[in-house]
């Protein structure tokens, strides 16, 4: 028995070098093992919550559709769909709705911040909070009960997310015997925090990301914005710098023994960041490349979408007619 792993991407925004590092090459390398079945899919029915505008949804869908690839997952071995394709998610997520305490849901920290954020502006609790946001957790459980995910390789700030619905299988299981996979999320340990322009955590929130496919000119003009100390260039550097740990991700062990004596004897901030940026470029070219590929030829990653959604809607139905006699509605 192969062991099956699942994740997915929401479409809201430009996936950037902490998503890579953080989430997605740590889940494509995983999906090399011969001994895991994949599951990778675009979470567009949780866009919703974020985007409000068609034509920004389905634009936002293609990017992340073309990261998955550009990044190197492997269509042929996976199973790669859209969420909204197999719509019997809603279906089982409509059903998990009953089994989830609205005390668990309480908890979720997306909601937790979107509470206090209204209080904090003087504002009624919930104003900022629509179902989808608060029901969020529900439906990412159905996308994991739904194919029998026994593994969920996710970011830290994804934790909260695997751990409540491993809680609304285990009380789906409770109520009616047992019927669903109880998952567990697999956080990547290896990669430490991966610093942003400011140095500080790269967040799509702190507005200091990387993104991932972004040009040469753009890289090198981030690359040059990173935020760096004041010692002169013939001072020693230190190693726990966004520099060096934005170039160790990037570089091979012989450049990083190379680099960390450099910065030892002193190198210049200017020749530095020229280092990282001829590295992360070396890196990224050719991910960059054929995501513009597939960016130019959006019609040959719909048929792969739409054969993936085929072979993922086949194990749906057979988890939905599970569910469905489990609760009594077959
Ligand atoms: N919530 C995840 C994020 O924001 C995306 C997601 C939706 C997901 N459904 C999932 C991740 C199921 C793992 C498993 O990144």
Not at 77 to 98: D, G, H, M, P
Not at 158 to 177: L, P, V, W
Not at 297 to 312: C, F, N, P, Q, T
């Amino acid at each position: 028995m192969k062991k099956i792993v699942l994740t997915g991407i929401k479409p809201t925004g430009e996936p950037h070098i902490g998503n890579y590092f953080g989430a997605i090459k740590p889940a494509i390398d995983l999906s090399k093992n011969s001994d895991v079945k994949g599951f990778f899919f675009i979470a567009d029915y949780h866009a919703l919550n974020f985007i409000k505008d068609a034509k920004l949804l389905k634009e936002l869908t293609r990017k992340i559709a073309c990261t998955w690839l550009a990044c190197g997952l492997d269509p042929k071995k996976v199973v790669f769909y859209r969420q909204s394709a197999v719509s019997e998610v809603t279906e089982l997520s409509w059903i998990l709705n009953n089994v989830t305490s609205k005390g668990l849901m309480n908890r979720a920290h997306a909601y937790k911040a979107s509470v206090d954020k209204a209080t904090n502006e003087g504002k009624d609790e919930d104003f900022y909070v629509n179902m989808g946001l608060f029901n969020y957790p529900i439906l990412m459980a159905a996308d994991i009960l739904l194919y029998n995910a026994k593994f969920v390789p996710v970011g830290l700030d994804q934790k909260q997310h695997i751990e409540m619905a491993r809680d609304i299988a285990k009380s789906f299981n409770k109520t009616y015997g047992s019927t669903l996979v109880v998952p567990s999320e697999l956080i990547s340990e290896s990669v430490a925090t991966i610093p942003g322009i400011d140095g500080q955590k790269m967040s799509k929130s702190y507005n200091n990301t990387i993104p991932l496919f972004c040009d040469e000119t753009q890289l090198k003009k981030l690359i040059s914005s990173i935020k760096t100390d004041s010692t002169s260039p013939s001072e020693p550097k230190s190693l726990d710098s966004a520099i060096f740990n934005l170039y160790r991700l990037f570089a091979s062990q012989e450049q990083i023994e190379t680099m960390a004596r450099r910065f030892h004897s002193g190198i210049g901030w200017a020749e530095a960041k020229q280092e990282l940026f001829e590295v992360v470029n070396a890196y990224l070219r050719p991910m960059r490349e054929k995501y513009n590929y597939y960016m130019e030829h959006y019609d040959e990653v719909e048929k792969i979408l739409d054969a993936g959604s085929k072979k993922a809607r086949k194990i749906a139905r057979e988890t939905i007619s599970r569910v469905r006699e489990a609760v009594g509605l077959e």
